[in-house]
């Protein structure tokens, strides 16, 4: 298990913004047949005040993801393969009173659909054969987190275009020992802990 390790900033606390972020991973077993490592973001928040539902919008997004894959042919044979995917994938989640860990400060987890670029026609060397395992070996993380307006309304917020109160830029990395042969394995029993993305912070904005 790898350590985590979070940025943090001097912040007045007026202001909504991320203090940290770590991208986590699990294997989640069978899903649709397929071995998946299954991707969590993970955001600290501070100057979150008074926190009413819906107060504050937090998003994820993923791109530039690198996928190793085990896939079976027709013969039966298992053949590793290396995927590069363009596209993104995206998560959100509204802030609630169950999000608060402390005083102006709270935590979020935005789960991310793996799936969706686990795929025969994306992940394996023959789009007609049957994917074993897949899991995302590398990839950059964005992480945003928007104040909503006075009633408390995130659904005008457009994660793409509005400005965020806050952003964290990241690379990560599966840590070396986990493949395709070896994916992470479920969370902890009893700590709940997942395997950590090995994550270097490349940008740090607050917008007052």
């Given at each position: 298990?790898?350590?985590?390790?979070?940025?943090?900033?001097?912040?007045?606390?007026?202001?909504?913004?991320?203090?940290?972020?770590?991208?986590?991973a699990?294997?989640?077993?069978?899903?649709?047949?397929?071995?998946v490592?299954?991707?969590?973001?993970?955001?600290?928040?501070?100057?979150?005040?008074?926190?009413?539902?819906?107060?504050?919008?937090?998003?994820?997004k993923?791109t530039?993801l690198?996928?190793?894959?085990?896939?079976?042919?027709p013969?039966?044979?298992?053949?590793?393969?290396?995927?590069?995917f363009?596209?993104?994938?995206?998560?959100?989640?509204?802030?609630?009173?169950?999000?608060?860990?402390?005083?102006?400060?709270?935590?979020?987890?935005?789960?991310?659909d793996?799936?969706?670029?686990?795929?025969?026609?994306?992940?394996?060397?023959?789009?007609?054969?049957?994917?074993?395992?897949?899991?995302?070996?590398s990839?950059?993380?964005?992480?945003?987190?928007?104040?909503?307006?006075?009633d408390?309304?995130?659904?005008?917020?457009?994660p793409?275009?509005?400005?965020?109160?806050s952003?964290?830029?990241?690379?990560?990395?599966?840590?070396?020992?986990y493949?395709?042969?070896?994916?992470?394995?479920?969370?902890?029993?009893?700590?709940?802990d997942?395997?950590?993305?090995?994550?270097?912070?490349?940008?740090?904005?607050?917008?007052?």
């Amino acid at each position: 298990m790898t350590k985590r390790v979070l940025m943090t900033a001097l912040l007045s606390i007026s202001l909504i913004a991320l203090v940290g972020s770590q991208a986590a991973a699990h294997y989640s077993g069978y899903i649709a047949g397929v071995h998946v490592a299954s991707l969590v973001c993970e955001q600290g928040i501070r100057g979150v005040g008074n926190l009413e539902d819906g107060d504050a919008l937090v998003t994820c997004k993923l791109t530039e993801l690198q996928l190793e894959s085990k896939c079976i042919n027709p013969a039966g044979q298992e053949v590793l393969g290396e995927a590069a995917f363009q596209g993104a994938l995206a998560g959100e989640e509204e802030l609630t009173t169950d999000n608060v860990t402390g005083k102006g400060k709270a935590t979020s987890e935005v789960s991310l659909d793996v799936l969706q670029v686990c795929t025969p026609e994306i992940a394996c060397v023959n789009p007609n054969w049957t994917i074993d395992t897949c899991i995302v070996r590398s990839m950059t993380a964005e992480h945003k987190v928007f104040k909503c307006d006075g009633d408390g309304d995130c659904d005008e917020i457009d994660p793409d275009t509005d400005t965020p109160n806050s952003i964290i830029l990241q690379e990560c990395v599966l840590p070396p020992e986990y493949d395709a042969n070896n994916p992470p394995p479920p969370p902890d029993p009893v700590t709940g802990d997942r395997v950590d993305y090995l994550c270097t912070t490349t940008e740090i904005d607050h917008v007052l």
